[in-house]
């Protein structure tokens, strides 16, 4: 069977199931949009961003919770970007772990700050890897010479 | 998010030109006249998406980081239509922000933004200035209206 054809369709039944399972909201749609002739790997390169990103704000979050006295405007503040930047990006699932760790923050409430922040960290890693398939598919789609449509 | 928005209706809204962003499907709303916006947000994520959607639209915009940069470029003189201030920038926060570049006689039309919808920084930022404060993602339900209200 065509190389082409079967890699299209792996990306799709992939793209697909993002979407469904709930770790890509429409959000992703929009970055996808924004990518262009002028802007041909703006979606990896945002992605990207997030990926580092994303570390550093987990790293701290770890870092600033087993503090003695914890800093919660700091902890809230790396919330804060965390699902600012996991909204931008469409990544539902961090962006929705965010809403109670916030809470839990608010309230001061360390067990329950250290709860979300391995739910974050667990649904991060699962977006991430999901994603860098669906970016080593369309790399492996365009060198056997096929194209893919952007939603 | 996850509103359900007629994508369509929304990109019909252009003068139906030519020119502006070349899409596979349809066209994109473009703005007529030259607008020029500012955002500005500590986060590098935020800071290119909320760039690119705008710019998409035909907007000029730049980014910074920090609201000192902000304060600065528009004490130089820079003038922007739209400015895009995130809430929780570090030192010179997004409301305090607001209220310099207001204080300097700055028109723009100011958004106050953040990842979550607060009403304490809803008030904070409307009493320092802002027209509005919504929570991000920046999106083209939001922008549109704004870009379109701006040009017209």
């Known amino acids: 069977m065509d190389v082409v054809v079967q890699l299209q369709r792996q990306l799709a039944d992939h793209t697909a199931s993002l979407f469904h399972e709930g770790f890509l909201n429409e959000q992703f749609n929009q970055l996808q949009q924004l990518q262009d002739e002028s802007n041909p790997d703006f979606v990896v390169e945002v992605v990207s961003l997030f990926f580092e990103d994303s570390e550093r704000l987990l790293n701290e979050l770890a870092k600033a919770l087993e503090q003695q006295a914890v800093d919660y405007k700091k902890v809230d503040a ?11 990006i469409g990544a539902q699932r961090v962006q929705g772990v965010c809403i109670p760790f916030r ?49 | 998010m996850g509103a359900e928005v007629d994508h369509v209706s929304l990109m019909g809204m252009s003068g139906g030109s030519a020119e502006g962003n070349d899409r596979s499907e349809g066209q994109r709303f473009s703005c007529k006249n030259k607008l020029t ?7 590098a994520v935020c800071r290119a998406i909320q760039t690119a959607l705008l710019r998409s639209y035909g907007v000029e915009t730049e980014a910074v980081e920090t609201g000192e940069a902000a304060v600065q470029l528009i004490a130089s003189g820079a003038t922007f239509n739209l400015i895009i201030i995130e809430m929780l920038l570090p030192v010179l926060n997004g409301p305090e922000t607001a209220r310099q570049i207001r204080a300097m006689g700055a028109q723009s039309k100011i958004l106050g933004i953040s990842a979550f919808f607060d009403e304490r920084h809803q008030q904070e930022f409307l009493a320092a200035g802002a027209d509005r404060f919504i929570e991000k993602p920046l999106s083209p339900e939001i922008v549109i209206p704004i870009i379109w209200e701006l040009d017209n």
């Open chain 1, 103 to 151: 809470n839990f923050c608010e309230e001061q409430n360390n067990e329950g700050c250290l709860k979300c922040l391995q739910q974050v960290k667990h649904e991060y890693s699962l977006v991430k890897n999901k994603l860098e398939t669906l970016f080593k598919l369309e790399q492996q789609l365009i060198a056997a010479g096929g194209s893919f449509p952007t939603l």
């Open chain 2, 37 to 43: 916006a500012l955002v500005v947000d500590n986060g």
């Open chain 1, 78 to 88: 790396h919330v804060h970007q965390l699902k600012g930047s996991s909204s931008s």
